[in-house]
């Protein structure tokens, strides 16, 4: 079974950047919502911004101004630049359909962000 392959995640000392990449969906998605999500330890899946197929996009609150989604859909990516990181931005992040029906998820990328 094909699943989103997602990367760029590490250590990053708060105030930093990182940028999150996800590729391989198996399937065309120019006309899905693609997402971000993530998952500390003891919570459940949130999701943290999306993007329509018109480019609109969404985000949390907790990440608002500070995160932003793109993609690219030549290439079936989907991209995710944080700045600003928080100790709270702390888990595994994915990414996924933004609505139902989702493909299977993939390994997901830690991000850690701690002093």
């Known amino acids: 079974q094909v699943r989103p392959v997602e990367s760029g995640g590490g250590l990053v000392q708060p105030g930093g950047s990182l940028t999150l990449s996800c590729v391989g969906f198996?399937?065309?998605?120019?006309?899905?919502?693609i997402a971000w999500y993530r998952q500390a330890p003891g919570n459940q899946r949130e999701l943290v911004a999306s993007?329509?197929?018109?480019?609109?996009?969404s985000y949390s609150d907790s990440v608002k101004g500070r995160f932003t989604i793109s993609r690219d859909n030549a290439k079936n990516t989907v991209s995710l630049q944080m700045n600003n990181l928080k100790p709270e931005d702390t888990a595994r992040y994915y990414c996924n359909m933004g609505l139902a029906p989702f493909v299977d998820w993939g390994q997901g990328t830690q991000v850690t962000v701690s002093s």
């Open positions: 993007i329509n197929p018109a480019r609109r996009t």
């Open positions: 198996g399937v065309t998605f120019s006309h899905r919502t």
